[in-house]
């Protein structure tokens, strides 16, 4: 994912393999959480407490400007098993 750093606050914009310029590490296409659209591609929902940690669909922090189509990063899980980011 394409990320931010703003405010005190990492900022992530999940995109398909297309869309991602491995090169520069950026999200040249569309983000994966445009457009109104939940965006939950790093959560287990299939494991539920006690066995995994719930997952909630995250939304874009806006839908214009530079912010468009990025997400809060501690409102994702990641990879490698659901980490939780944040309490």
């Known amino acids: 994912a394409d990320q ?5 606050e990492m900022y ?4 398909d393999m297309s869309g991602f310029d491995w090169e520069t590490f950026t999200c040249t ?3 994966l959480a445009s457009e109104g659209r939940a965006f ?10 006690p066995d995994g940690c719930e997952c909630d ?3 874009e922090v806006s839908s214009d400007g530079e912010m468009a189509g990025f997400v809060k990063a501690d409102k994702l899980y990641f990879g490698r098993g659901a980490i939780q980011l944040s309490w």
């Not at 931010?4 to 005190?8: P, T």
């Not at 992530?12 to 995109?15: D, F, I, N, S």
């Open 4 to 8: 931010k750093f703003v405010g005190g």
């Open 12 to 15: 992530c914009k999940p995109c």
């Open 29 to 31: 296409g569309e983000s």
């Open 40 to 49: 939950n591609g790093y959560c287990q929902s299939n494991l539920l407490p």
């Open 57 to 59: 669909d995250v939304y």
